[in-house]
């Protein structure tokens, strides 16, 4: 992460902890971690075909009425909640699902937030977390998609209801922020060569 992004979050993790106390922060924090998982959980149960009861939707009720719009348009689904890794690059993370987004062959990330995120740069990292992914998927020998995929898709979910924002990186968008993480990718390499302890 470049020091003004730490920085950043160290003020708002200063600000939070300000507010809350550190044992209320760290209970905020694990309580958006959960809710993220519960989301997550509901979606891919969704696009699996299961039937969810409003016991499962009701903890993350917000969120779920946020991305309620989207998921009839996903479609085709090849890969939810699956672990890649890059085999030349040495980086791993989790997919959230791979398909057809209203007919375009797509990576999906879920995301949520408190606050709407209305363009692709007020997702900080999150385009390059995303194309990350999208690189790793590509070369992972795991998976035999039916073509590779070249566009990936940011949905931002809200504790309000408020319809998720959707952010499609083309594949022009995609290639650009590939660059920008291998930049990255390679920063953390040489730092890591310069103090390995």
């Known amino acids: 992460m470049p020091l003004p992004n730490r920085i950043a979050l160290e003020k708002w993790k200063a600000k939070m902890i300000k507010e809350l106390g550190e ?8 309580e958006l971690l959960d809710r ?3 989301l997550h959980g509901c979606i891919q149960s969704e696009l699996s075909g299961m ?5 499962q939707t009701q903890a993350v009720s917000g969120f779920w009425t946020s991305v309620r719009h989207v998921i009839p348009n996903v479609s085709e689904v090849q890969v939810l909640e699956s672990r890649i890794i890059h085999p030349y690059l040495y980086y791993q993370g989790a ?4 398909g057809s987004y209203k007919g375009m062959p797509i990576l999906i990330e879920w995301k949520t937030s408190g606050k709407p995120k209305l363009s692709v740069k007020s997702m900080f990292d999150d385009p ?14 795991n998976y035999r998609l039916r073509q590779p995929i070249e566009s990936a898709m940011l ?5 309000t209801g408020l319809p998720a924002h959707i952010h499609i990186l083309s594949k022009g968008d995609c290639e ?3 660059r920008m993480w291998c930049t990255r990718l390679s920063q953390f390499w040489t730092q890591l060569a310069a103090n390995p302890s």
């Open 23 to 30: 044992e209320g922060f760290n209970k905020y924090r694990q």
């Open 36 to 38: 993220g998982k519960l």
């Open 51 to 55: 039937t969810l009861s409003s016991d």
């Open 95 to 98: 997919v959230d699902c791979v």
């Open 128 to 141: 390059l977390q995303v194309v990350a992914y999208l690189g790793a998927l590509n070369f992972d020998g």
């Open 155 to 159: 949905v931002v979910a809200y504790d």
């Open 176 to 178: 650009h922020y590939w």
